[in-house]
């Protein structure tokens, strides 16, 4: 059948200079129990390469209410269930596309490619905990409203230095401080029993012997070149989830909070984050949709006592003494 422009224009946003999408996506990975062939109200099959149109023109254009579904021919309805089978699919399938595990010569590469952004030795991921609006839980629930007062899910994400996400924690109340996020992740038991490299974090998070995060009040040319060197390479996992939110406008607070509960909000962002990852293997560059505004001003935060323990004091002030005196 004649591809709808609609169809062509979601393409374009997935994967950049119109590859045709079922060429990049593998319907072979994606497991049959979700995306059996479905039917409408008017009993009309809908296939899983529709379901997959169907689901990817909402990702990223974060309305049921858009061109897609009349392009293809299936009410709002249908496209909603397409949209909830091809999230189970993808989230079925993100251990594949989203993992911190990896083999030796591509943890190497990429050690090496960050110490090319700003000469910091040994960073295996910068890591970042982003809020997502959703609306209100059904339930008297304040644990998802956030510092800033709106309902949200709170998302830990960790990539490398190409802006590939190594791993995505999207499942937590967006109540929760960044530092409890950490504490109770996965990332956080992986990296307390590992002894190879560290992970860069910002202000909010404490100093730890696997987490270097920048000096508070620097006293010297040299830790003043290390904050320096240390927030440009915090940055792209900033960029990072700007570039997921242009792609995914269903993300983008801009254009209105998920209209789902926490958990199907939790797997849509998920998916999103599988679809990056994707696209990234299939060679797009993470930041050929970055959004081109300025990003908030970040935010002031007070060093707490007890933070910081004198190992990863050591580490940190050997680094800055080997790297940037």
Not at 32 to 57: C, F, M, N, W
Not at 120 to 142: F, H, M, T
Not at 218 to 227: H, I, K, T
Request: include cysteine; aromatic fraction near 8%; hydrophobic fraction near 35%.
């Amino acid at each position: 059948m004649a591809i709808p422009i609609a169809i062509l224009d979601c393409d374009l946003l997935l994967h950049g200079r119109g590859h045709k999408t079922m060429d990049r996506f593998d319907l072979d990975s994606v497991s049959d129990h979700y995306l059996l062939t479905t039917r409408t109200q008017r009993s009309r099959a809908i296939s899983p390469e529709v379901q997959i149109l169907a689901a990817l023109g909402f990702y990223t254009s974060g309305s049921f209410q858009t061109s897609m579904g009349d392009a293809i021919g299936i009410s709002q309805a249908s496209m909603s269930r397409c949209v909830t089978n091809v999230t189970r699919a993808l989230v079925e399938k993100a251990p594949h596309f989203i993992s911190f595990s990896r083999d030796s010569c591509s943890r190497d590469q990429s050690v090496q490619d960050f110490q090319r952004v700003a000469e910091i030795p040994g960073v295996r991921g910068v890591l970042d905990c982003v809020q997502v609006a959703i609306k209100a839980p059904n339930s008297e629930d304040s644990s998802y409203i956030n510092k800033k007062g709106f309902h949200s899910i709170g998302c830990q994400l960790v990539c490398d230095a190409r802006g590939l996400l190594l791993s995505a924690e999207t499942c937590w109340p967006g109540g929760l401080k960044d530092t409890e996020i950490l504490e109770r992740s996965s990332i956080s038991k992986i990296m307390q029993s590992s002894e190879d490299g560290w992970l860069l974090g910002g202000r909010p998070y404490p100093l730890k012997r696997w987490l270097l995060t920048p000096i508070f009040y620097p006293a010297s040319p040299a830790e003043l070149r290390y904050n320096l060197a240390h927030a440009a390479t915090c940055e792209i996992v900033d960029r990072t989830f700007r570039a997921i939110q242009t792609r995914f406008r269903c993300l983008d607070g801009s254009k209105g909070y998920l209209q789902y509960s926490p958990e199907k909000s939790s797997s849509i962002l998920l998916a999103c984050c599988v679809l990056h990852n994707a696209s990234l293997q299939s060679g797009l560059d993470a930041w050929t949709l970055e959004r081109t505004e300025a990003p908030e001003q970040p935010e002031t935060y007070e060093q707490c006592p007890g933070d910081e323990d004198t190992e990863s004091e050591n580490i940190r002030k050997e680094l800055i003494l080997k790297h940037f005196s």
